[in-house]
């Protein structure tokens, strides 16, 4: 419920901000430390990503793959691990820098 309640204050928040918030949610609520990082021992699809956080499979498809690629956000068997929850946080924050220069462009 209180997750579900999370996720609705998320609408109107950029793609990329509300997965990461949700992660961050996770991590807090249920993650662990490990050497790797924050472990969530978590299995969700990629639909069940979009369907949480309100935007298309295509759409999460994109920032999980991306943050992948990047290391800000590792899926695995069952789990996933954020090795540094400034990593992920920077990489929202990174994201609104660019918004703002198109937006000035």
Known sequence: VALTRKVEEMRGQRV?????QLFLTLAERMGRETKEGT???????????ADLVGTTVESAIRVLSRWGREGVLVTGQAR???????RITDAVAHQRLEDVDCIRQ
């Open 39 to 49: 472990e969530i021992p978590l299995q969700l699809s990629r639909q069940e990503v």
């Open 16 to 20: 990329e901000t509300r997965i990461a």
């Open 80 to 86: 996933f691990v954020i090795p540094s929850r400034d």
